[in-house]
């Protein structure tokens, strides 16, 4: 069984259709990655498999559990993690508390801990901030976690956001446009990072991407979208030389 399956997903909102008959299969431990042109439907798509936006049709199963329609917490419990186009991190908070708050769903002491600060409270802490440390020394900033969460530089502030996606333990990590606004250097420190991850905690991970260059040097499959729908779906070469993706990107005749 794939870890996630996408079946005919589609979504409304008023007159209009902006995504239909998605589909998708996921093997973990694998790249994907979801392109398109602007307003193709690829945020629409990963706001579904989230829970942001419960779809008109269509069915998202996950490891074997149908997610369909489920809140962004349940999704998150179940195992899927994402970071968002504009970094949505607190940014008065540390940066390790920022990662913190990526386990909230994992948290197993109970309210009366937290009130108390008892011993229970006191080592569920100790092990929380142990798995922060661990997890910002393989993003390279563990040496600021004390830092104000603004104080990092934008690319930094990008490894943190996926830093505390990963703090939730997920089966599948979502990244909406990870390299948007970065140098070619931080964006090549980045592909290198997303490949780090995927082999360290052996996760799937499903990206859009603008950056073709970034796409195209580390994703196994690709997915194109135009207007909602599927056009091409393939390895990076017959992705890259589809008719029909060349002239969804560059306008022109399909044949």
Known sequence: MALLEVTNLGISFGGLQAVSGFHLTIESGHLYGLIGPNGAGKTTAFNMLTGMYVPSQGNIILDGVDITGKSPEFISKAGIAR???????FKGMSVLDNVKVGMHNRVTYGMWHGILRDK????????????????????????????????????????LEICRALA??????????????????ETLELRETVRKVRDDFNI???????????????CEDITVLEYGKIIAHGDPDSVSNDPRVIAAYLGGEED
């Open 120 to 159: 229970v409270f006191r080592e569920r802490e100790r092990q929380m901030d142990a798995r922060a440390m661990e997890l910002l020394e393989v993003f390279g900033i563990a040496d600021k976690a004390d830092y104000v969460a603004s104080q990092l530089p934008y690319g930094e502030q990008r490894k």
């Open 204 to 218: 799937a991970i499903l990206l859009i991407e603008h950056d073709m260059k970034f796409v195209m040097g580390i």
């Open 168 to 185: 939730s333990d997920p089966k599948l990590l979502l990244l909406d446009e990870p390299a948007a606004g970065m140098n070619p250097n």
């Open 83 to 89: 970071t968002f186009q504009n970094i949505r991190l």
